[in-house]
């Protein structure tokens, strides 16, 4: 009987163990809702200047003057800091204004008290030289006079030109309807004087060259 007894006590215990387990609940899933992340974002390059625009502030001036005759074409152009050019660009408009042809077509001009002149070589004329003002680190200044044939209508051979200046001032070409409001006509006596004064960065390589004859690259 006690043998019995024991195997009934052991049933029910085991019995028990199996209702408590049936009867737990299984854990539960829980479900979040997690933001979009936004999406990753490329560094943005630098912008690239475009073709002919300054880089970066503008540190130089060109001030020039192109006058073309009927078989020759005359170039007056000064070129450096754009303070110290600015400083001399209504003495460099006085010097053209003053500018007078002979009947051979030489040109003769009134220096400003202070300048001087130089004989040039090839199609450099004359060398004007500027001095420095008291108190400026800058190098004297110079205005370069060159000459060369000329053929074609002279709206092309001037605007070929200014383009050249702007392109070595790293500024953006202009149209031949642009010109007008881009420069400024100045009297001879007779010949007409086309006058610009652009402001951008010099190209190292810009000094100096000389310029297009009827739209033919040569230099100034």
């Known amino acids: 009987m006690a043998t019995n007894r024991f195997w009934l006590l052991l049933l029910s215990f085991a019995a028990g163990l199996t209702l408590v387990g049936g009867c737990e609940k299984p854990e539960r899933i829980t479900k979040y809702t997690v933001d979009k992340p936004p999406p990753i ?6 912008a690239t200047p475009e073709a002919g625009q300054p880089a970066g502030e503008p540190t130089d001036r060109t001030v ?5 005759l009927a078989e020759q074409g005359w170039f007056f152009k000064m ?4 303070d110290a050019v600015q400083a001399r660009a209504e003495a460099f408009t006085a010097l053209v204004k003053s500018v007078r042809f002979s009947a051979e077509g ?3 001009w009134s220096l400003p008290a202070g300048w001087s002149e130089q ?3 090839q199609i450099r004329f004359a060398t004007i030289i500027i001095p420095a003002a008291a108190g400026e680190n800058d190098k004297p200044l110079e205005i370069s ?25 790293k500024l953006p070409p202009i149209a031949k309807e642009q010109l007008a409001g881009e420069s400024t006509q100045l009297d001879l006596g007779g ?12 190209a190292p390589s810009s000094m100096g060259r000389p310029p297009f004859t009827s739209g033919a690259p040569n230099g100034n």
């Open 64 to 68: 020039a003057a192109i006058v073309p």
């Open 145 to 169: 006079v060159t000459v060369l044939p000329k053929s074609g209508d002279d709206a092309d051979y001037i605007l070929v030109n200014v383009n050249r200046w702007r392109n070595q001032l």
């Open 119 to 121: 004989d040039g070589s």
């Open 106 to 108: 030489k040109p003769e």
């Open 191 to 202: 010949p007409k004087a086309t006058l610009v004064n652009l402001l951008g960065v010099a």
């Open 79 to 82: 070129t450096g800091p754009k």
């Open 41 to 46: 974002q490329e560094p943005k390059q630098p």
